[in-house]
């Protein structure tokens, strides 16, 4: 996961609009917590599998 805190304020609040869980928002600090997760696991996990392999192949 990864956190992201902006700050922006009143005027700026066309940047951040489609963060915004509500309209209540008065400006100042606003988070996002992002969590990246590959689409299948299984070929991420052979992907590395394989450049481990390689990686020991090489040296």
């Known amino acids: 996961m990864l ?12 940047h951040v609009s489609a963060l915004l869980p509500s309209l209540d928002w ?4 606003l988070g996002v917590r992002l969590c990246l997760r590959p689409k299948d696991l299984e ?4 992907e590395l599998s394989y450049s481990q ?3 020991m192949s090489i040296f």
């Open 3 to 14: 956190d992201i805190w902006l700050q922006a304020e009143n005027n700026e609040i066309h």
């Open 43 to 46: 070929a991420l996990y052979r």
């Open 53 to 55: 392999i390689w990686c």
């Open 26 to 29: 008065a400006g100042g600090l």
